[in-house]
């Protein structure tokens, strides 16, 4: 705009230097012609005297004459440079509307451009809408593509851009934001200027993109599905909508012997029979799948194949030959029979194994030792995958190293010689494990239980073991007493406990002289006399019990007594010390924090009741200096009492909020349910704050169903959670912004959404703000103590209902409230069935 202006500005320059140029030039004609006169001539040349009177007169002639030209041609050159200027002013308007459309174009969606006039000039940056949230501090930060997009797509754009500067090579790159958004970008040479253009990507383009995405995916997957089934030995195929074959694979060409695939479909070569095909097309028309196994001649020998057609619009089709499978197993049966007849008998558990480790045989036995499920064992699995589920299921020797002791058990597959291994499970079972070489290859494994011999020794001895090692690291005290009243057995923690002398404990006195030591401790008769009455009663009159024991050394025991085997008592002693005073200060500042919150409670309603009446007076006289009646005040008085009636009314809302959370504490809130009308309600809500919407310069906008219509609830107190959202909203949004008020009816739910696009909440301050007293205006014109949120969550808390936030920084804050949506009369079956209950 600026060089058309300064070109402009030049023409017209141009234009009066050239009429002046022209003016001077007639008038010099004018002077020339002037002299040119006969007599001033021959006056001249002749030098001679002439008369003074006829040069003078001359002369003025001459002058006026000039002037006359040099006027006229100023005049003529004059009528030029309007001219000339009016066709510039036409020129400048078309430009300047050309420039003002170009302007609108580019606004009409969210795109750069970035020129280089040179590859080494500083880029011109021109944006409709900036691309990133806060490119503009400074139009370079677009440059700066890693910031706002996905790593791969900036460095593919950097280096799009450096080929475009350098050699002018076009491009045009699909690239993914670093926030989920999806751009355009175009780059091109442009009368000696490298142009590019961004464009945020939108709508039916972003969606094209994502199709054009899953197409390639799609194609990939299809080629390799293609090329699985040509690679499969199994003949594969498939019909159109027609019942003519569509595709097959090499196998199935071979299968009917053909050259090649594209032989057999141009052929129509068939691999079932008629009545096959017959019962496959039933299927076809029925859209079920089909199953079945039919006889058919696959290259020229007659085979069982087990078909199965899949239904949808292309029928596919695969076919797995059962022919070597038929000969393996029949095999496999006649060498089976000769050995199943007498190992079956066997109590010794049998498995047979062939030279690639798979089982080929075993009888009862081994499936009852193992306890393995027969649909495992008839799949024939691996010598390594039996063990290796064995060892899965807890059933096999605990090795160290479990891959190195396998290797060491399958070296019997190598070894002339029988192998002969001892293997203790972790049940406690021992087996003597023999594996026997096949000759044909393979392992026979013989398993013989021999753990009865050693079993109730090593259960004895295992478990003497394992309690005395138990019983000795307790803490707890442990003595155990029996039938005649003598100790039989303390742990050092009982020593400990009671400070007893081991030494004494070691010669098992009887329970009157530990008693004798012990009351020293603890001299409360009724206690031992209940322990010893325990103790030295018969075993069918014991009743085990627990006592609480306050020694005198200031230490709290819990003692349980409890009757065992062959007529002997247990006694424990467990240390509650630390445990009883916790509890007891526990109790304690329990009782004071009670009492504290109650002394909160009645401050708080004290001092509100005590703020409510002065706030009232003040209120009513502002509005009464308000009225005319009062008389007249100046501007500045009612600025001042207005200022006046804000402070009052936000005070007494506030104590009014401290009031409702202090009934709410005290369980003591109680709604006024009736129909709340959802439209009426959210124009109530808006109606409160349009004194805030007009002074900060903001919109609201209300969406709501048409069928929206009433819920059950108290409509002061959902009022009351609207305008408190609105406020927020309203006070974290900026001029000209929009705040929404959406209302849905989902199921049997009412839901608010309070929407507004400012500032956003961070992720520090989501978890604290619905506390009290939490509020978080850095950077906003919102002011409050922070109870709005925390009022809301409750009330809508009252009525059944839940708060969800959703949020972003810089985003926007969208805050969601459910209620339930009881009719009235469903409400009222509800009361009338718990009244019944009750």
């Known amino acids: 705009m600026t060089r058309r202006r300064q070109t402009n500005s030049q023409k017209l320059q141009y234009a009066g230097a050239g009429g002046l140029r022209c003016a001077v030039a007639n008038g010099a004609t004018a002077l020339a012609a002037l002299f040119a006169t006969p007599a001033l001539a021959q006056a001249l040349v002749a030098d001679i005297p002439f008369d003074s009177n006829v040069v003078s007169f001359a002369l003025s002639g001459g002058l006026a004459l000039f002037s006359a030209v040099v006027a006229i041609a100023h005049i003529g050159e004059r009528n030029g440079w309007r001219r000339r200027e009016t066709e510039l002013l036409e020129e400048l308007e078309d430009a300047r509307a050309r420039l003002d459309r170009i302007k609108t174009f580019m606004a009409s969606e969210p795109q750069v451009f970035i020129a280089w006039t040179t590859p080494d000039s500083e880029p011109d940056v ?120 569509a595709f097959v694979n090499s196998a199935y060409a071979s299968a009917v012997e053909a050259k090649d695939p594209a032989d057999a479909i141009a052929r129509g070569l068939e691999l079932l029979d008629q009545s096959a095909r017959s019962e496959a097309a039933k299927a076809i028309a029925k859209g079920v799948a089909w199953r079945a196994r039919v006889p058919a001649v696959v290259a020229g020998a007659r085979h069982m194949l087990d078909v199965t057609q899949a239904a949808g619009p292309m029928a596919a089709s695969i076919a797995i030959d059962q022919h070597e499978v038929e000969t393996v197993r029949a095999d496999l ?26 089982l080929v045989y075993h009888n009862d036995a081994y499936a009852k030792l193992w306890q393995l499920e027969p649909r495992f064992l008839d799949h024939k699995p691996t010598d390594g995958e039996i063990l290796d589920r064995l060892r899965a299921g807890e059933r096999m020797p605990v090795e ?193 924090l009670i009492a504290a919150e109650k002394l909160r409670n009645d401050f708080i309603h004290h001092v509100s009741y005590e703020l409510r009446s002065p706030l009232n007076n003040i209120n009513g006289f502002v509005h009464l200096l308000g009225e005319e009646s009062t008389g007249p005040l100046n501007p500045r008085q009612m600025e001042y009492l207005g200022y006046v009636s804000k402070s009052s009314a936000a005070l007494l809302a506030i104590i009014d909020d401290i009031l409702d959370l202090a009934t709410i504490d005290e369980d003591a809130m109680e709604l006024e349910l009736s129909d709340v009308d959802v439209r009426a309600t959210m124009g109530a809500a808006i109606e409160g704050v349009q004194d805030r919407l007009a002074e900060n310069s903001i919109d609201v906008q209300i969406i709501a169903m048409d069928d929206i219509g009433t819920f059950r609830g108290d409509a002061k107190r959902v009022r ?119």
């Open 126 to 245: 021109s944006a409709s809408t900036l691309l990133p949230s806060d490119a503009a501090i400074s139009p370079r930060r677009i440059l700066a593509f890693g910031s706002w997009l996905a790593p791969k797509g900036a460095q593919d754009l950097e280096a799009a851009v450096e080929r475009l500067r350098n050699s002018g090579e076009s491009f045009r790159l699909q690239l993914a934001g670093a926030v989920g958004r999806h751009f355009d970008a175009d780059g091109r040479a442009v009368g000696g200027s490298a142009v590019l253009r961004i464009r945020e990507v939108s709508g039916d383009r972003l969606e094209l993109i994502g199709l054009r995405e899953r197409y390639a995916e799609t194609q990939k997957e299809l080629s390799g599905l293609h090329a699985l089934l040509e690679a499969s030995p199994t003949p594969v195929w498939a019909r159109d909508a027609d019942g003519r074959l």
């Open 333 to 358: 049966q006649q060498q089976m029979q000769s050995h199943v007849r007498t190992l079956d008998q066997l109590p010794t558990a049998v498995a047979i194994f062939d030279r690639g480790r798979r």
């Open 400 to 592: 160290s190293d479990y891959k190195a002791w396998k290797e060491r058990l399958f070296e019997a597959y190598r070894s002339p010689e029988p192998v002969r291994h001892t293997w203790h499970l972790p049940d406690g079972r021992i087996l003597e494990v023999v594996a026997h070489p096949n000759t044909q290859g393979g392992v026979t494994y013989l398993y013989d239980d021999t753990t009865k011999a050693y079993d109730l020794e090593t259960r004895f001895n295992a478990l003497n073991r394992t309690q005395s090692e138990t019983l000795e690291t307790l803490h707890e005290g442990v003595a155990v007493f029996g039938a005649d009243g003598r100790l039989s057995f303390c742990n050092p923690a009982f020593a400990e406990l009671w400070r007893l002398d081991p030494d004494v404990l070691a010669k098992k006195p009887r329970f009157e002289a530990i008693v004798t030591q012990c009351k020293t401790l603890h001299d409360n008769d009724d206690t031992w006399a209940a322990l010893k009455g325990f103790v030295t009663s018969f075993n069918d009159m014991r009743e085990g019990f627990t006592r609480r024991i306050e020694r005198s050394d200031g230490m709290v025991l819990d003692c349980t007594a409890q009757s065992l085997l062959e007529g002997a008592a247990l006694l424990t002693f467990v240390d509650v010390t630390a445990d009883v005073n916790v509890e007891r200060a526990l109790t304690d500042r329990n009782a004071a």
């Open 720 to 838: 009351q959670v609207l305008f408190n959202l609105l406020s927020n909203a309203i006070g974290f949004s900026r001029p000209g912004q929009t705040v929404t008020l959406a209302a849905l009816r989902r199921g049997d739910e009412v839901v608010f959404k309070v929407t507004d696009h400012g500032r956003g909440i961070p992720a520090e301050v989501l978890e604290r703000v619905f506390e009290r007293f939490e509020s978080h205006t850095a950077g906003s014109r919102h002011r409050g103590v922070g109870l709005g949120l925390s009022i809301v969550r409750a009330f809508v808390e009252l009525h059944g209902g839940k708060v969800f936030i959703d949020t972003a920084p810089g985003e926007g804050t969208t805050v969601t409230c459910v209620f339930p949506a009881l009719a009235a009369e469903e409400e009222a079956r509800l009361i009338a069935h718990e009244g019944g209950a009750e």
